[in-house]
């Protein structure tokens, strides 16, 4: 039985920011735990979990979050909670990398992390339409443009 993790080990989850340092397996799939680092000046696309709740500790620099209308800065030591079926998103607008835990309830979720993330970069947009329907993620992309003016990101 897994006792302790650190937020840098798991394997990284290929073509995406994430590693599993607490697997499904480890708690009987009631939920997971992954570290993902936000690059500068970078937007985590918009979108809705209807399966999942999300929270997120930010681990070491300063989170930007939209969570329903709502925006907000997230300090390094804060938790940020992601209900399930609400919008939220999620940048780095600072010049140095943002460290996050996140913990998804009920696990399973790491699964769309991993088939995202084999689709690679040249991924058909039907093949990612695909995959965030069997898992029940949805895209808010008309927001991209309207968040990363006002922040100067890259989706």
């Not at 073509?15 to 992954?34: E, K, L, M, Q, V």
């Not at 570290?35 to 809705?48: G, Q, T, Y």
Request: aromatic share 10%; proline share 8%.
């Amino acid at each position: 039985m897994m006792r302790t993790a650190r937020w840098d080990t798991g394997e990284p989850i290929p073509n995406t920011p994430f590693r599993t340092p607490i697997p499904a397996d480890a708690t009987a799939g009631s939920f997971s735990c992954h570290s993902a680092v936000i690059e500068p000046h970078r937007l985590v696309v918009p979108h809705i979990h209807t399966r999942e709740d999300e929270f997120s500790f930010v681990l070491h620099g300063q989170l930007g979050a939209r969570i329903g209308d709502d925006d907000v800065i997230v300090d390094e030591g804060a938790f940020l909670f992601q209900p399930r079926n609400v919008l939220h998103a999620l940048w780095n607008m600072t010049d140095a990398d943002v460290v996050l835990l996140v913990f998804i309830a009920p696990a399973g979720f790491e699964e769309f992390f991993r088939e995202i993330g084999a689709l690679g970069q040249a991924a058909k947009p039907e093949d990612i339409h695909d995959v965030n329907a069997r898992y029940g993620h949805i895209l808010c992309a008309e927001l991209i443009p309207e968040i990363s003016d006002r922040y100067q990101l890259t989706p």
